[in-house]
C-alpha cells in the first residue's frame, strides 16, 4: 500500500521560487509576444499533489480590427480581456509540470 508523505516546508521549494517559475515558464511560452500586466494573482499549495498552483494574470496585446465594409467600415483596436493562467510547479524541483487555464 501507497502511503503519502506530505513534504515538510523545508523540503519544498519557496513560495517566491514558485512564483518566479511560473512567471518565467508563462513568458518562455508566449516568447514573441507581449505581455502587459503580467501579475500574480492567486498560490495554493496542495498537500496532496506537493504542488504549487499558481494563477498568473495579463493582458494579452490589443488586436486591430480592419473592415473591408462599404457600409460600416471599421479600423479600431480592441483589447481583449484580462487572461488567467495556472501553472502547476513541483514543490521538490520548483519546475513547471503544467499550465491550465483559470476561468473567472
Not at 494574470?57 to 457600409?71: L, R
Request: no cysteine; proline share 4%.
Amino acid at each position: 500500500m501507497f502511503v503519502h508523505k506530505t513534504l515538510s516546508q523545508e523540503d519544498r521549494v519557496s513560495v517566491k521560487v514558485a512564483v518566479a517559475a511560473a512567471i518565467a515558464y508563462i513568458k518562455e511560452l508566449y516568447e514573441g509576444i507581449s505581455l502587459r500586466d503580467l501579475l500574480l494573482e492567486e498560490i495554493e499549495y496542495s498537500d496532496a499533489s506537493d504542488k504549487w498552483l499558481v494563477t498568473i494574470g495579463f493582458s494579452p496585446p490589443a488586436t486591430k480590427d480592419v473592415s473591408t465594409s462599404v457600409i460600416l467600415p471599421s479600423n479600431t483596436s480592441q483589447e481583449l480581456s484580462r487572461l488567467f493562467k495556472t501553472v502547476i510547479i513541483d514543490a521538490v524541483s520548483g519546475k513547471p509540470d503544467s499550465m491550465k487555464i483559470r476561468t473567472v
